[in-house]
Every structure is written in C-alpha cells, then in structure tokens.
C-alpha cells in the first residue's frame, strides 16, 4: 500500500452492528443503500451501466464487504468513477485507504473537511458525558485522529457540483464537523443528507440494532456545533426532499419524510440538541 497514506493512531474495528447490516436497498433506480455494521453507503450510477460512484466508505476493515457488494450490483471487476464523501468521521472512511488502494480512484470532499482527511487536524473527541443512551456512552473508544489521504483527496467542485453524479448539487451542512456536505437532486428531490440528520436514534443501542425508524438529529456524541447543525436542518428541510438516505438508518419517503422532518424542524432544541454534554453552545 502506498507509504503515504495512513489511518490515525486510534484506528480500529468497532463491535457494533444492526439487523439491516448486509442488506441492500434500491432506492431509486441509480441510487442504492447500503448497511455496514450501524452506517450507510451508497452507490450512485443506474445497474446497467458501469459508470458509479461510491458515497462514504463504511466502517473499519470492511473493504472485502464494500468490493464485494459493488462488484455484485456492477459486475466483476467494476470500480466506481470516485469517491464522494459526505464528511470524513471514522465510520465513513473505515475502509478507504484499502478502497483507495484497490481502485485507484480519486476521492472528493469539502475543502474544510480536508484537513481531516490529510493528517493535519484531530476531529472533537466524541463525548461520552453526552445526554443519550449506551452507543453514546461507549462513544470514547471511537477514533477521532485524521487519516491522511494525501494526494488521492481533492476539495469539491466551487460551484456545487458533485463530479461523475450529474444533476445533484453540494450542499454545505455543518454542524456534525465543519466541512459535513449532503447531496440534493432537483428533479425528484432526492437526498443523500449524510450525518445532518438520520433516521435512527444514534445514541441508543437498542434503536439502532433494530433500526427502529426514527427522524433524528446528528448523533450526539460526535457533534460539536449545535447552533450550524440547527441551521443545516432547516436548510435541508426548505428543499422539500421527497427522498433521503442518511448516514444511520433506513431510507424514508413520503409523508413519513415530510411528517418527522417538520416535526425535528420545529422542536429541534428538544428533541435533537441533548441537555448536557461538553459541546452545548
């Protein structure tokens, strides 16, 4: 593997899982979901053609996993057009250096997100003290050291587009980490909203094994900044997504959507925002 690059110090598996890990999901024609352990990947790009992208990179060591389910949907041999990260928390990049390595394939991210991804900055150490159940307690052992990426990673086009995933957008939604993106596609308002929000309590472990359907607000314990993740919600909201596929959760639609997105719209300060934890504003 190429010298450069390198997991953090603190990079290592993490014994978490759900009952949805495993299990694929055609959202849309050119848009599948994906369950490793407790997080999402997708894979933009119709199955008939073999031109794809992979959005986000999954847990620790599940590279062979994340090969084998694109290979099957795409054929033998296929590899995506890049990698598009919607932030760079260690569940999301867990198996991108091997990805990286496999494929040869560039990946892009937002530009305040790089420094994450290059070795040069530290995310918040998540917080256990947060308000929340037992994932958010155990959240310390999580890595929070960057990864380094250098020269395979490169910042987001200015203009918002997303490369190789033509007619969706980037938009900037921070709050989770400073450079956290989703993806929106106006024609059928779809998104691809990453950690802005999910759609599974995150903190409690017994939710997020059975991937209880819940419109929740970013986890707890790895969001620093309550006040820009607010805002970003609003912000996704004002799109009138018809589809969204989050980092953590099921994929959601329809009045379901429309109906728990308002409701985390309007009471975010008391159902997303926890009472006590180290990073309240």
Known sequence: MDNEMSYGEDYKAIPATSIGSGVGVSVLP??????????????????????????DAGMPNSAEEIIKMTEDRYGVNSRPRAIILT???????GAILELINYWDVPVYAHELEIPYLTGKKSYPEPDPSVEGGLIAKFSGLFPNEPINITGHVKALPEDNSVPHMPGFRWVHTPGHTAGHVSFFRGKDKVLIAGDAFITVKQDALYKVFTQELEISGPPR??????????????????????IVVTGHGQPVSGEELTKGLKKLVDNFETVAIPDYGKYLN
Do not use: M, R
């Not at 932030?87 to 990049?93: K, Y």
């Open 30 to 55: 050119d848009l599948f979901c994906y369950t490793v352990q407790i997080v999402n990947v997708c894979l933009f790009g119709d199955e008939e053609s073999n031109d794809f992208v992979l959005i």
């Open 87 to 93: 932030h760079g928390h260690f569940d999301h990049v």
């Open 221 to 242: 314990y790895l969001t620093p900044d309550w006040k820009a993740a607010q805002k970003s919600v609003e912000q996704l909201a004002k799109l009138k997504p018809s």
